[in-house]
């Protein structure tokens, strides 16, 4: 299948590394001109280093205004991936208020404030549109000691299905992408111990973990006109995980 993205501006979060970085470079690839935010500039150069035609913006999602004025700067854009998130393994009763901010800040009031931000441009513009959210296997199955990080999907997931019937008559799509464990910086500080990966692989149907190209791959479709008929669905990209 063919997917190509020329003339359309697309808006990553996140994209210095892991899951957004490979977002970014596919989009770039498929010929759109690519905006990779992300809170770390040192990062963003190495990106910038190797995809010169990237622009890169720095900005900490956290700060709901700043992230504003950010996301207004570089509009217009037709394509967002809210890609940015974190996690901690914690179990709930050693939930504080501050991890409670730090997590629900970036994955689910960041992602509100990025989204109302790219749909007003697409809206004033009165121009189509498509965004993915980075969701996960945990917004819809529990995982040991990840309460935070399951309750903020859980968010991520009837906010998408939200906007989708809000905006679908404006053509704007919205659809989530629900992965099952990458070995990213983040998947590796979930799942390192061989204690807790082993049960889950053992979970897995088709046997393995993802890959960031597997999920780039569901990005990708879910952006394109060939997913036009496509808007308020999380799309497991799981080995099967969420179906057993
Ligand atoms: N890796 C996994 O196993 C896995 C599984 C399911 C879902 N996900 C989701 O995929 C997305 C990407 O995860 P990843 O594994 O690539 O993580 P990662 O830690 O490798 O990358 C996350 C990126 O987000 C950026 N970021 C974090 N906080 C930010 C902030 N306040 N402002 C701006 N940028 C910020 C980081 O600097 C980093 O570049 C996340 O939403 C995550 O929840 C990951």
């Given amino acids: 299948m063919d997917i190509k993205f020329d003339g359309k501006r697309a808006l990553v979060t996140g994209a210095a590394s892991g899951i957004g970085r490979g977002i970014a470079l596919q989009l770039a690839k498929g010929g759109a001109r690519v905006i990779a935010l992300d809170v770390s500039e040192d990062q963003l150069i190495k990106l910038k280093e190797e995809i010169p035609s990237l622009e890169t913006v720095a900005v900490d999602l956290s700060d709901w205004k700043?992230?504003?004025e950010t996301v207004k700067s570089v509009c217009p854009i037709d394509l967002l991936v809210n890609n940015a998130?974190?996690?901690?393994?914690l179990a709930l009763t050693q939930v504080t208020e501050e991890n409670y901010n730090k997590i629900f800040n970036v994955n689910v009031k960041a992602l509100i404030n990025v989204t109302k931000v790219v749909v007003e441009d697409l809206l004033n513009r009165e121009s189509p549109g498509a965004i993915v959210n980075i969701s996960s296997q945990a917004s819809q199955a529990a995982l040991p000691n990840h309460t935070l990080y399951c309750a903020s999907?859980?968010?991520v997931d009837g906010f998408t299905r939200a906007v989708a019937m809000d905006y679908g008559p404006k053509k704007i799509r919205i659809n989530a992408v629900n992965p099952t464990v990458v070995?990213?910086?983040l998947g590796r500080r979930f799942w390192s111990?061989?204690?807790?990966?082993?049960?889950m692989l053992a979970k897995i149907p088709l046997g393995r973990f993802g890959e960031i190209s597997d999920v780039v791959a569901a990005v990708l479709f879910l952006l394109s006109d060939h997913a036009s008929l496509i808007t308020g669905i999380c799309f497991p990209v799981d080995g099967g995980f969420l179906a057993c």
């Fill in 66 to 68: 700043a992230t504003q």
């Fill in 153 to 155: 999907k859980a968010a």
């Fill in 85 to 89: 998130g974190l996690g901690e393994i």
């Fill in 183 to 185: 070995m990213t910086e």
């Fill in 193 to 199: 111990d061989p204690a807790l990966s082993q049960p």
